[in-house]
């Protein structure tokens, strides 16, 4: 059980695939594994829909050979006479709009829906991981919060008890989820002390009274004015006798201070630790799912970082001073390489291999130079997809494809089944037909 922040930065997701998603997620524990079954599901449900629009675009090119050889005699026929060229033209074309027309009509609902999903899929995914990251960071943040305000109160109460911090090493923090506190303890060879507890809070936010526009008025301050000040031992009745104390520098006349502050900070990493370690989510090589797979990317950004995947509009004012105060440390402890580009390169070859296939199984006669110029440009952008977003999305594109390659050459054993059937049927008529001539 975990103690999550009411007062998310990002808001929670939701939607048609975001809720679909949860329910798989809440079936695997996983939120990867619940993007492989739903990919899984997704390109089955698909398989016949897509052989379905394969067969109508075979019929389209059966169309586009009988009608070819017509216009070919058109074209040279009347290739001194444009108007009536184009007469002629609009007559073969009027011949075969009906049998063309159902087939483009089809396509292009194909298109559309393919184009739905993947563009559905992959804004639920991003929004999904700028609430994942929030969800994350505001977990930590309450956690180091709730650590400094039980320090804080401990020293109001016990402000002569204040050197106890100069052994930092034997204080520790723990949560107590059964009561939902925040518990401070001191360990002695003998024994583990309970210091102090306070009520885990999710909300620091309070009013004071000030003079606006010449008028004293009661104003809220958020929870992050409360935590800076917190960071920043403003606390009057500490304030003076904060410097627990202060470290000659060697060769040098300034001195270094070691403040009730820098105890806390230092004493509440391993909680900080642990509750990252709890909320991460890592698969495979990947240390971070919600950042791309990229030896260029850390598992734990800046603070620029953050602000960029959250976005600007969903960060408060102070957030840099919280975020650095503990993030530093813990990236500085925690953060790992977040790849290797394994998942781009695998969403190219994969897209390469399904083109291929595709191609393989289309009719060999349409092998045109657009075809061609697909088989470039399509694995070009599922690798930069993979490459500029967060690697769940990749996860998602690579499933894709290799059901996609599974799929194709059962799709093309049962086209070419269907045809083999019809090709046997048309002969079985020529002949009866031919035998009642005689």
């Known amino acids: ?133 929030s969800e994350s960071y505001d977990t930590l943040k309450y ?74 008025q009661t104003v809220k301050k958020s929870s992050n004015v409360y935590i800076v000040n917190l960071i920043n031992g403003l606390n009057e009745k500490i304030l003076n006798e904060k410097i627990l104390k202060e470290d000659a520098v060697e060769g040098s006349e300034e001195k270094i201070k070691f403040t009730v502050e820098d105890a806390v900070k230092k004493s509440s990493f391993s909680l900080i630790k642990e509750k990252y370690l709890e909320t991460k989510e890592s698969f495979l090589w990947i240390d971070n799912i919600w950042i791309s797979d990229s030896p260029f990317n850390q598992s734990i950004v800046d603070y620029n970082g953050y602000v960029s995947q959250v976005g600007k509009n969903n960060v408060e004012e102070n957030e840099e001073i919280i975020y650095n105060s503990f993030m530093l440390q813990l990236k500085s402890s925690q953060s790992k390489t977040n790849g290797y580009f394994i998942l781009p390169i695998l969403c190219i070859l994969a897209s390469v291999l399904t083109m291929l296939l595709t191609s393989k199984v289309g009719n060999k006669n349409n092998q045109t130079k657009q075809n061609k110029l697909l088989l470039i440009i399509l694995p070009i952008i599922f690798g930069i997809f993979a490459l500029l977003y967060n690697s769940v999305f990749a996860i998602y594109m690579l499933i894709s494809q290799i059901m996609a390659a599974i799929t194709l050459p059962l799709q093309n054993l049962i086209l070419n089944s269907i045809d083999k059937r019809k090709s046997k049927k048309v002969e079985e008529k020529v002949e009866i037909d031919y035998t009642r001539k005689f």
């Open 1 to 133: 059980m975990a103690i999550v922040s009411f007062l998310l930065s990002v808001a929670e997701p939701s939607g048609f695939w975001i809720t679909i998603i949860k329910a798989f997620e809440n079936v695997t524990n996983n939120y990867v594994l619940a993007i492989i079954f739903l990919t899984v599901i997704i390109k089955l449900i698909w398989t016949p829909i897509d052989m379905f629009n394969k067969r109508s675009q075979q019929k389209m090119s059966m169309v586009q050979a009988q009608m070819q050889p017509e216009l070919d005699i058109i074209n040279k026929k009347y290739a001194k006479d444009p108007n009536l060229l184009k007469q002629k033209q609009n007559e073969v074309y009027k011949k075969y709009n009906g049998k063309s027309m159902g087939g483009c009509f089809l396509m292009l609902v194909f298109m559309i829906l393919n184009l739905t999903i993947f563009f559905s899929l992959f804004s639920g995914l991003n929004v999904m991981g700028s609430y994942k990251i």
């Open 143 to 216: 956690a180091y919060a709730n650590c400094l305000n039980v320090a804080n109160n401990y020293l109001i109460e016990n402000p002569e008890k204040q050197d106890i911090f100069l052994n930092y090493e034997n204080i520790s923090f723990e949560i107590d989820y059964e009561n939902n506190e925040i518990v401070m303890y001191q360990t002695t060879d003998e024994e583990k002390v309970k210091l102090d507890s306070e009520p885990f809070k999710n909300d620091f936010s309070f009013e004071v009274k000030e003079d606006v526009d010449g008028t004293i």
